[in-house]
């Protein structure tokens, strides 16, 4: 299960991290890639914001690699399935809305899906094994 554990770590941080820095440094490529609209000139700061965001979560899954303590590992797991819920729904809404983009559902999709596996993961002690 460890080997697991760290395969999932490595996995979904490096596509936050990778994501994140893309955004950062170049957000109308990003949402190009992502097949989204661009955004105005001003609002590119904030996407690059996000962006911050983004790569700090995914980094944050480093730290639970190797984690030689399941507490650790279980952690983090909970603090980022927290912020990919929210996330899940902030951009739901907001799809609903029409203030979005229906492509943007992709992205409440990957991190509803992810916050799902680790909260099962999570109730079934998965660290503990």
Same mark, same amino acid.
């Given at each position: 299960?460890?080997?697991?554990?760290?395969?999932?770590?490595?996995?979904?941080?490096?596509?936050?991290? /990778?994501? =994140?820095?893309?955004?950062?440094?170049?957000?109308?490529?990003?949402? #190009? !890639?992502?097949?989204?609209?661009?955004?105005?000139?001003?609002? #590119?700061?904030?996407?690059?914001?996000? =962006? =911050?965001?983004?790569? &700090? +979560?995914? +980094?944050s899954y480093y730290l639970a690699v190797? @984690?030689? $303590?399941?507490? #650790?590992?279980?952690?983090?797991?909970? &603090?980022? @399935?927290?912020?990919?819920?929210?996330?899940? /729904?902030?951009?739901?809404? #907001?799809?609903?809305?029409?203030? !979005?983009?229906? !492509?943007?559902?992709? +992205?409440?999709?990957?991190?509803?899906?992810?916050? !799902?596996?680790? =909260?099962?993961?999570i109730k079934k002690h998965w660290w $503990?094994?």
């Amino acid at each position: 299960m460890k080997k697991w554990l760290n395969w999932w770590n490595i996995a979904v941080g490096s596509m936050d991290a /990778c994501t =994140g820095i893309l955004l950062m440094f170049f957000p109308t490529m990003t949402l #190009q !890639l992502m097949g989204l609209a661009p955004v105005s000139q001003e609002a #590119q700061v904030f996407l690059s914001w996000m =962006g =911050g965001f983004v790569f &700090s +979560v995914g +980094v944050s899954y480093y730290l639970a690699v190797g @984690a030689k $303590h399941a507490l #650790q590992g279980e952690t983090i797991w909970k &603090s980022t @399935a927290l912020v990919r819920a929210v996330i899940a /729904c902030f951009v739901t809404t #907001q799809v609903l809305r029409g203030n !979005l983009e229906p !492509l943007w559902l992709s +992205v409440a999709f990957t991190d509803g899906i992810i916050a !799902l596996i680790q =909260g099962i993961g999570i109730k079934k002690h998965w660290w $503990h094994s």
